[in-house]
């Protein structure tokens, strides 16, 4: 009699175990999926980054910056240009 409550109690472990292996395996193929869907996210991410790391250096070249202001803010470059030296004696 106690022979079949040990079969019983093995037979319980064991279907325990293998359904919580199942559990895990389930778990860690949805945790890889959200994973590779984080990482697809981050590189789209980083290409816009780049993106506008290009854009940026392009609205800020010398020739497009003179552009807006001439155009946009109807900035004129001087017409008498004098440059004064300080000199610091101490």
């Not at 293998?18 to 290409?47: G, P």
Request: hydrophobic share 45%; charged share 20%; glycine share 2%.
């Amino acid at each position: 009699m106690q022979r079949i409550y040990w079969v019983l109690l093995l037979t319980v472990v064991v279907i325990g175990s293998s359904m919580a292996v199942i559990y895990v395996k389930h778990e860690s193929r949805i945790l890889f999926s959200e994973l590779r869907l984080n990482q697809k996210q981050q590189d789209e991410k980083l290409l816009y980054w780049s993106r506008l790391q290009i854009q940026q250096s392009t609205l800020m070249t010398q020739a497009n910056v003179e552009s807006v202001a001439s155009k946009r803010l109807n900035m004129v470059l001087p017409d008498n240009i004098q440059i004064v030296t300080l000199i610091d004696y101490e």
